[in-house]
């Protein structure tokens, strides 16, 4: 069993990004917009390639007023638009973030269950052995084990 994960991360290090990302909820709430499911599926998504698009038509109506509909509050597109490029960057830097979070989880997690099984097949067998001590853990770990039976007994 080769670990890739053998570096602990210190408990500093992760209240610091604990704080480092509730400091940053904080500072968004104020903007926070809280959409239903409906509408988020009903919302135009911009994406790289629509980003593209927005950005020169955003420029073309500050320079072209002529050409903007009465029912186009320039004020609004204007504020829109700047946050929306803004948080574009800002939600691509933490979608980065999250990638690198969800690597660290997925093999720290997996090695820790694949040791976790390691232990308590090591365990099972001592029990049936009847080693002592060994029966209590084993009983404990089989009500726990994910996608097992759920009660206590002896072992098989």
């Known amino acids: 069993m080769q670990n890739k994960h053998t570096h602990a991360i210190p408990a500093a290090t992760l209240e610091q990004l604990r704080a480092s990302i509730q400091q940053s909820m904080e500072q968004l709430a ?13 919302m135009f998504k911009m994406g790289e390639k629509s980003l593209a698009f927005v950005k020169k038509a955003h420029e073309f109506s500050r320079q072209n007023a002529q050409f903007c509909p009465p029912y186009l509050d320039a004020e609004e597109f204007e504020i829109d638009f700047s946050d929306a490029e803004s948080l574009f ?3 691509n830097l933490v979608a ?5 979070l969800e690597d660290i989880v997925t093999v720290s997690g997996g090695e820790a269950f694949q040791s976790a099984l390691l232990f ?4 099972r067998v001592a029990a049936k052995q009847g080693l ?12 726990r084990f994910p996608g097992g039976k759920r ?5 098989a």
């Open 30 to 42: 104020p903007y926070k917009l809280n959409l239903s499911v409906e509408e988020r599926r009903e």
């Open 89 to 91: 960057g800002l939600r």
């Open 96 to 100: 980065q973030f999250q990638a690198m």
């Open 120 to 123: 308590y097949g090591s365990v």
């Open 132 to 143: 002592p001590g060994a029966q209590p853990i084993y009983d404990e770990l089989r009500t």
């Open 151 to 155: 009660s206590t007994g002896t072992a």
